[in-house]
């Protein structure tokens, strides 16, 4: 058995079309797209021509709601500062204890310069309490952030309704659509969304290159400033190549949505019922019922994660322990604190996150594979005795968060 990849939460495999669909601009139209001789011209097609693309996956209005960036957290820091600066009046953000560091750190460094940054807290399933929101929306805010789905659970936020709210209140919304464009049917054109960041590296596309979807009509201000280039939205030369990979990526990923919504599911589906079968004490974290189609994420009580992971590499399985932004650190994710997960189960969290790629025998090696490392792992811990937790030595020592 080859190498099984599980961590397309992480990132993913880029696509053989894209690959081919990108390869003539780095070696036959490499000329720059703001150029007006020939060398200039199939380049600025190309990149009108994947504009249109990634408007099509997003059921956008117009394919001049699209902003070609870096990546999703260029796109993400763009949205959130624009905001500010747009309504310098307003000193007020809301947003969610389990949004990606690409948005709560840029919260952090505006709250250092005297904003309010209202935090939503989520329940033991991570969703959030609506009404809360509803209280804290005022004409004092200037932009809420929520993310589409969360990328260590696949937890669906209801963020067209979150912006309907906001709309009622005046209140921009901006949406971290990375871990849900590609997996669930997304139409801009009819939702209050006003801006919506996406990379082009989670759905079978090439790494960086993103997007800033800005719905017409919306207050903007550039976060790179200098060029003309994307209608004077943001300035430098574009990644015409990752551009083209980005188009050819979303035109792809619009065609296998019903393979994504049924093949992938069912699949996720397998391998969650396996584990819970095979495996005690396992606990799937997020809501089970309302999460992406490609990814699950469960708890191995009293053993540790990256142990695991670590096992699971020898075997030729890659999988995550939550946030790959984030894995650097042995503590447990700040998803998992939020939600309350025990701290003896959140430490053996681990993401398995699929895509249109993974195959059945892949599932099945990995159900067979996996319990034996929990049972071993188990077999060291003074607190697991006879396939079963030593809930009096857990007394001793209960482990906590700090």
Known sequence: MKAIYLDNNATTRVDPMVVEAMMPFFTEHYGNPSSIHGFGEPVRRALQRAREQVASLLGAAHDSEIIFTSCATEAN????LSAVEALPDRKEIITTVVEHPAILEVCEHLE????????LPVNGKGQLDLEQYQSLLSDKVALVSVMWANNETGTIFPVQSM???AKEKGVLFHCDG????????VHLASSDIDLLSFSAHKLHGPKGVGVLYVKRGTRFRPLLRGGHQERGRRAGTENAAGIVGLGMACELAELHLPMMNKHTLELRDELQAGLLAAIPCSIVTGDPDNRTPNTLNIAFEYIEGEAILLMLNQLGIAASSGSACTSGSLEPSHVMRAMGIPYTAAHGSVRFSLSRFTRQKEIDYVLEKLPPVIERLRSLSPYWVQNKPQLEKLGEFAPAYG
């Not at 820091?77 to 959130?80: G, K």
């Not at 250092?112 to 935090?119: E, F």
């Open 77 to 80: 820091s763009t949205a959130l």
């Open 112 to 119: 250092r310069k005297g904003y309010t940054i209202h935090r």
């Open 163 to 165: 912006a309907s709210m």
């Open 178 to 185: 990375v871990q849900a464009i590609g997996k669930i049917p």
